[in-house]
């Protein structure tokens, strides 16, 4: 089985400017969860999508958003950027209702200049 | 919501060598734990998880124990070889409260294992 996927690998965008990350989840898992990683914060939960609709959601602003399709392929976006919002984004999928073993991509590089 | 410290932050050990990381958790009702290893470059990798109904799992080299009245669970790896060394994070899963189907993760450990 393929792995999950996410695209694109690195990414480098100006303040204020906005971003569109996507992730294609192991196949049959209708569970995706979004995460940013960065060094003085760690990994951080910023929210579960589960069959198209948002099932749980993290302390973030409202500038980070998301949404899952109907294949389970998931995106987040964030807008108006700020330099605190380079990190790495992961996105991880999970098999089952409850989102229990979760699977994580290899991420997404995101660069705030 | 959910509070998970890890221990040590770093640890260095020679090949061969047995290496032990700690975690607590705040919120009992959290009952779900997992470890991660993260290498460079890499998204973590999902190595062994345990259930709140379970006290111990083991795995070829790894095991985890799970001391719910303490609130602490233990990642346990043997005969530690060189490619063992990596980032490793532990993590609870919310069952109630504002904590609720979210998996919050310790701070991660940097495993070195010496040739």
């Known amino acids: 089985k393929a792995g999950v996927t996410q695209t694109p690998r690195y990414l480098i965008k100006t303040r204020g400017q906005q971003v569109t990350l996507s992730c294609s989840p192991i196949?049959?898992?209708?569970?995706v969860s979004w995460y940013q990683q960065t060094p003085g914060q760690g990994l951080q939960f910023l929210f579960e999508?589960?069959?198209?609709?948002?099932?749980n959601k993290g302390n973030f602003p409202g500038r980070f958003s998301g949404r899952q399709f109907s294949n389970s392929r998931s995106e987040m976006n964030v807008s108006t950027l700020e330099l605190g919002d380079s990190a790495l984004y992961l996105c991880?999928?999970?098999?089952?209702?409850?989102?229990?073993?979760?699977?994580f991509g290899p991420g997404t590089r995101l660069t705030v200049t | 919501g959910e509070n998970v410290e890890q221990h040590p932050s770093t640890l260095s050990v020679q090949e061969g060598d047995s290496a032990v990381i700690k975690c607590t958790y705040s919120?009992?009702?959290?009952?779900?734990f997992p470890w991660y290893k993260q290498e460079l470059g890499k998204g973590p990798q999902l190595i062994i998880d345990i259930r709140s109904n379970v006290g111990e799992k083991k795995d070829q080299r790894i095991a985890v124990t799970l001391n719910k009245t303490a609130k602490h669970f233990s990642l346990h790896i043997t005969e530690t070889q060189p490619e063992d060394s990596a980032v490793y994070f532990c993590?609870?899963?919310?069952?109630?409260?504002?904590?609720?189907?979210?998996?919050?993760f310790g701070q991660g450990t940097i495993l070195t294992v010496h040739p």
């Open positions: 919120d009992s009702a959290s009952n779900y």
């Open positions: 993590a609870a899963k919310g069952a109630g409260g504002t904590s609720y189907g979210k998996l919050t």
């Open positions: 999508y589960f069959s198209e609709t948002q099932r």
């Open positions: 196949s049959g898992h209708r569970s």
């Open positions: 991880a999928s999970s098999g089952g209702t409850e989102g229990y073993e979760q699977y």
